[in-house]
């Protein structure tokens, strides 16, 4: 196909995991790329600094990577190459209890079910085929609504990945493995009672056991960092300090690709869209917010049992009927009195992260969108509460609310990490019920960020689904 001579083959707006992604596919095709991005730096949620004390180096915003060692796509990518090493705690999580114990989770089927008393079995029953199958349904997983390749398989995946996490921790019987998989499933930031609860929570459970949650050595921004350098050796040009209020600031190209949320995608480029489009895109949900905390540490975090002091993630919640009541909770307005708490502690296993014997540690739990309430007591007594010394290890604190996390970065928009709620109304069909959710109403605009299947995490494949369709319909590719 001949197209006219324009600036740039395309343009992608935001440098966030999926945009970086959505450019290299495109650069790697042979178009001339362009990647803007608002901030001074690169990364969206990819970013690290020095948040407390100097040399204490703070994930500002992701910081444990199962989605991105699984990704399809960042697979095929030589990230290595250009810097990128990832660390794999022993243990990918640990989930401790009042009673002093926890349940872990470690890429052992055998070994994590081992742990888990009377539902050993039960455990291996679930998993087991999971693993198995995931790398045949994985493209299909984490991506938008089509026939799969392997219908069967993601039948059978998709049976349980669609029921509420309620629903499928039936099957256990112990507290220990009910916590474990509450944990899993409540990092999708709504009650447990929702259809496809459950999806969050098998997705992290079978990345834990085919690969690890590693944490990426020196910080998350060099997943970023990596991702920059292969597109621009690619031919990739980058340009920062560029906030896009309107596509009619943009140098001219063939297509265009942005790394934002519906809504700031209405003011971009709302006059460009059909009516019914810009009405789906008003009627967008988006989900509870975060309330982010990090620390520097005089000592690791002392957690009485001792599975914590392996794993690169521990899952604060106690049991089932505590985590689901405080997600509940927090769905409905409310601020959780003990909330679950998601706490990662990476200078544990790299010391890169903070000056010799000292430490870091990053957190946060949900709270209602908008919420300016500040949670750093109530955090802390919660992980006080399963490691006893815990506040007097504390040298410095660096925290974030929903408006600050929303200031910092305009795609987190109420605080909301997952770019819209990831329930079963948005979970295929974000931001609008459409052929292609990628694709807007207007010709070559396509939108790309965690608002389009599979939604949050730093994997790049809302990116890449975006990208392919872009070549496909601009490109002739
Ligand atoms: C506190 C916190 C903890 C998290 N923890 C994890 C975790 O441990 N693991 C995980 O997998 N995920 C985690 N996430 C979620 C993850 O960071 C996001 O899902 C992911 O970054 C989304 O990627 P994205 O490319 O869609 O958007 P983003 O990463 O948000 O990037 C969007 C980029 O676009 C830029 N931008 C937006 N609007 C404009 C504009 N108009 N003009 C120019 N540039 C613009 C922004 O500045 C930003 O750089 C966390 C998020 C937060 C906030």
Redesign the pocket.
């Known amino acids: 196909m001949q197209l006219e001579k324009r600036d740039y083959d395309a343009i992608v707006?935001?440098?966030?995991?999926?945009?970086?992604?959505a450019a290299i596919l495109m650069q790697q095709k042979g178009l001339s790329v362009l990647l803007?991005?608002?901030?001074e730096?690169?990364?969206?949620?990819?970013?690290s600094a020095e948040l407390t004390l100097p040399g204490y180096l703070h994930?500002?915003?992701?910081?444990?990577?199962?989605?991105?060692v699984a990704s399809p796509f960042f697979e095929t990518l030589p990230l290595g190459d250009y810097g990128l090493e990832y660390i794999f705690p022993p243990i990918a999580a640990a989930h401790p209890f009042d009673n002093g114990t926890a349940a872990i989770i470690k890429k052992s089927i055998e070994e994590t079910a081992r742990l888990l008393g009377a539902d050993e079995q039960a455990y291996i029953n679930l998993m087991q085929p999971l693993v198995k199958d995931w790398p045949m349904i994985a493209p299909d997983a984490l991506g938008p609504l089509h026939f799969p390749n392997h219908p069967l398989t993601m039948a059978k995946f998709g049976l349980k990945a669609l029921t509420s996490a309620t629903h499928l921790a039936r099957r256990f019987k112990t507290p220990e493995a009910q916590g474990l998989f509450a944990g899993m499933a409540a990092h999708s930031i709504q009650p447990l009672t929702n259809l496809a609860t459950s999806a969050e929570a098998l997705v992290l459970m079978i990345s834990a056991h085919l690969k690890g949650w590693p944490i990426p050595k020196g910080g998350?921004n060099q997943i970023a960092n990596a991702l920059a350098s292969y597109f621009i050796s690619l031919g990739g040009k980058i340009e920062t300090n560029?906030?896009?209020?309107s596509l009619d600031q943009l140098p001219s190209s063939h297509a265009v690709l942005?790394?934002?949320?519906p809504k700031?995608l209405l003011?971009?480029a709302g006059h460009r869209f059909s009516l019914l489009y810009n009405w789906q895109l008003e009627r967008y949900r988006y989900g509870p917010g975060?309330f982010?905390i990090d620390w520097a540490l005089d000592a690791p975090i002392p957690f009485t049992a001792a599975g914590c002091h392996e794993a690169g993630?521990v899952h604060i919640g106690n049991t089932f009927a505590e985590i689901a009541q405080g997600e509940q909770q927090i769905w409905d307005g409310k601020i959780a009195e003990k909330p679950f708490v998601?706490l990662?502690q990476p200078s544990l296993f790299d010391t890169s992260r903070a000056p010799e014997g000292k430490h870091t540690a990053?957190a946060?739990c949900h709270v209602p969108g908008g919420s300016t309430t500040d949670m750093t007591v109530i955090i802390e007594n919660q992980v006080e509460r399963f490691a006893p010394g815990f506040k007097d290890t504390i040298l410095a604190k660096h925290t974030?609310n929903t408006a600050q996390?929303e200031e910092?970065?305009?795609?987190?928009i109420g605080?909301d990490?997952?770019?819209g709620v990831i329930d079963i109304g948005q979970l295929f069909t974000r931001p609008a019920l459409r052929w292609s959710p990628y694709k807007t109403s207007a010709k070559g605009i396509y939108i790309?960020?965690?608002?389009?299947p599979p939604?949050?995490?730093?994997?790049?494949m809302?990116?890449y689904h975006a990208a392919k369709k872009a070549l496909r319909d601009v490109f002739d590719r």
């Open positions: 707006v935001g440098s966030g995991p999926n945009g970086l992604a803007i991005e608002g901030k730096t690169i990364g969206g949620g990819l970013r994930d500002i915003c992701s910081a444990v990577h199962p989605l991105a998350s560029f906030y896009v209020k942005l790394d934002v949320t700031q003011q971009i975060v982010k993630t998601l990662s990053w946060y974030m996390i910092y970065n305009p795609n987190y605080g990490i997952n770019g790309c960020s965690s608002s389009t939604g949050g995490g730093v994997h790049g809302c990116g």
